[in-house]
């Protein structure tokens, strides 16, 4: 037994004032980490979206919901990626056009239908909910990044 300020500490006492310490330990080298690992965001958070059809070609406009959003969407939302989100649903090829004046992205979903509006029994024929549906895509940002654009918590 040791005394501490007038304060007799046993041993259990200090087994656990080193336990508490090692946990803080812990904690800190997990937020250290935390802070240099990308993040994880979804898409809603950074664009709305609108889409419709041409034939058996769906159409998604990403729009950034502000400026600086802009860039990173070029950086992130890639032909590839749209493509491997929606897998088997898009059969074709990805398109995609970039609009910086509106800082917006606009993909062409071909062979996505089911053979377009009139053709098919898709329950969306006219490709309105793949707008919603590119929005669920997650990105990763560096920590950073997303902190400088306020998206962090």
Known sequence: M??????????????????????????????LVAQHKDMNIQLVKLAHARSGDKGDTANVGVIALKDEYYPLLVREVTKERVKSHFGPMVKGEVERFELPNLGALNFLLHESLGGGGTLSLMTDAQGKTFSTALLRMYIDIPHEEARDLGLTD
């Open 2 to 31: 040791r005394q501490l300020f007038n304060a007799e500490i046993t041993e259990s006492d200090a087994e656990f004032a080193e336990d508490f310490q090692r946990t803080r330990i812990v904690f800190s080298l997990v937020r």
